[in-house]
C-alpha cells in the first residue's frame, strides 16, 4: 500500500462533502453571509495548517471508522450542525462519488487532476476571502511538489490503495442506478466506450517484429467497445485546463456531467451535449439530495441542522422532489425535536488545532 494516498483521500472527499453542503445551503435559501460563515469555516478547519503538516506526512491510511471521525468533526466545525443520520447519508454520498471517480480515471495518475479539479471548486468558494484562499493556495503547492514527480508505477499503488479502502463500499445511489452505470448490488460497471488514456493508441491492432526490430505482421481484431483516440492530457499545473470533469460539482446545473460512461443507454448520449440549460442528470442529483438531506432549519441561534427520515437507512436513495415546508414538517413528525445548543463556535485556529490533537488520538 502507498503512504503517500492519505492527503488525496482526503482533499477529494472533502471537497464532495464542500459540494454537497453548498448546494443544500442554496436550496433552502441560508441567508448569503450565513451559508459563506459555514463554508469559509470549514475550509479554514479543512486547510489548518498545523493538520496538513501531519496529514502530508507519509503514512498508511487512517481506517474507516478513523476517517468517519475526522470528516465528522470538520462537518461540524462551523455553526451548522449535522444529527447522525444525516452525517451518515452525507458519508455515504462523498465517498460514492470518489470511489466512481477512481473506477473512472483513465489513467492512475489522473487521480491528481481529479483533485486538482475539487481544488479549483474549493478556491473559487473562497476566492472572495484572501486569507483562506492563501491557504488553499499553499495547499495546492504542497500536492503539486508531492505528487507531480510520482511515476506511474507509484500512482498505480495510490490507486491500488484507495479502492482497497473502498472495496467494500457498495451503497447504492439511485442515480447512478437510473443511468446504468452502477448494478443493483452496489458494485459500478466499467466503461467500454469513450476515448482511451492519453499516450495509448485505440485497441485493435496486433503488430509483430522480428528479432532485428523490422515490423513483419499486422492483425487486426474486435476490441469490444467503441473507443475513440486519446484527447489531450489534462495540466497538472496550479493554473489551466484539466479536461476530464471527473471531480467537478456533479450538483451545478450548468455543467457537463462525464460522459464516457456507459453505451447502453440512449440517455447517456443526452449528457454529452455541452451546453448552459440545465442538464437532467444534474437535475437529478440536486432532487436525490433534497430527499436524502432533508430540510435545512436555521434556528434562532443561527445554527443550522440537517435533518434526515428513516426511510432513507435501507441503502437505496430515492429521488423525489418535495417542498421544503413539507419536509420539515414530516422531518419533525419522524426525526422529533432537536435543540440548539447555544454555544458560539470556536475560532478557526482552535478548530484546527481540536481536530490535530484528535489526528493524534487515532
Do not use: W
Request: glycine share 6%.
Amino acid at each position: 500500500m502507498s503512504s503517500r494516498t492519505l492527503p488525496l483521500l482526503f482533499i477529494n472527499l472533502g471537497g464532495e462533502m464542500l459540494y454537497i453542503l453548498d448546494q443544500r445551503l442554496r436550496a433552502q435559501n441560508i441567508p448569503a453571509d450565513k451559508a459563506k460563515k459555514v463554508m469559509n469555516d470549514i475550509i479554514t478547519t479543512m486547510f489548518n495548517k498545523k493538520f496538513l503538516e501531519e496529514l502530508f506526512k507519509p503514512q498508511e491510511l487512517y481506517s474507516k471508522k478513523a476517517l468517519r471521525t475526522v470528516f465528522d468533526r470538520l462537518a461540524h466545525a462551523s455553526i451548522m450542525r449535522l444529527n447522525q443520520a444525516s452525517m451518515d447519508k452525507l458519508y455515504d454520498l462523498m465517498t460514492m462519488a470518489f470511489k466512481y471517480q477512481v473506477l473512472l480515471c483513465p489513467r492512475p495518475k489522473d487521480i491528481l487532476l481529479v483533485s486538482f479539479n475539487h481544488m479549483d471548486a474549493i478556491k473559487d468558494f473562497v476566492k472572495d476571502t484572501p486569507s483562506i484562499l492563501s491557504q488553499v493556495d499553499e495547499t495546492y503547492q504542497q500536492l503539486i511538489e508531492m505528487y507531480t514527480p510520482l511515476s506511474n508505477g507509484e500512482f498505480q499503488l495510490i490507486r491500488q490503495t484507495l479502492l482497497i479502502f473502498f472495496q467494500d463500499m457498495h451503497i447504492r445511489v439511485s442515480i447512478f442506478l437510473k443511468d446504468k452505470v452502477q448494478n443493483s448490488n452496489g458494485r459500478f460497471g466499467l466503461p467500454t466506450s469513450g476515448p482511451v488514456p492519453h499516450g495509448t493508441q485505440v485497441p485493435g491492432l496486433i503488430r509483430i517484429f522480428s528479432c532485428t526490430g523490422e515490423e513483419k505482421t499486422r492483425l487486426q481484431f474486435n476490441n469490444g467497445g467503441n473507443y475513440t483516440s486519446a484527447i489531450r492530457e489534462g495540466s497538472f499545473e496550479i493554473f489551466g485546463d484539466r479536461v476530464t470533469k471527473l471531480g467537478t460539482n456533479m450538483y451545478s446545473v450548468s455543467r457537463p456531467v462525464e460522459t464516457h460512461m456507459s453505451g447502453t443507454s440512449k440517455s447517456s448520449a443526452q449528457h454529452t451535449k455541452v451546453n448552459t440549460a440545465p442538464n437532467p442528470l444534474a437535475k437529478e442529483e440536486l432532487n436525490m439530495l433534497a430527499r436524502l438531506m432533508g430540510g435545512l432549519e436555521v434556528q434562532k441561534a443561527g445554527t443550522s441542522t440537517f435533518l434526515v427520515p428513516d426511510e432513507l437507512s435501507y441503502g437505496i436513495i430515492n429521488i423525489q422532489a418535495t417542498k421544503d415546508q413539507q419536509v420539515s414538517a414530516e422531518l419533525t413528525k419522524i426525526m422529533g425535536e432537536f435543540t440548539d445548543s447555544g454555544h458560539q463556535s470556536p475560532s478557526s485556529s482552535s478548530k484546527g488545532d481540536d481536530l490535530l490533537a484528535m489526528m493524534d488520538d487515532l
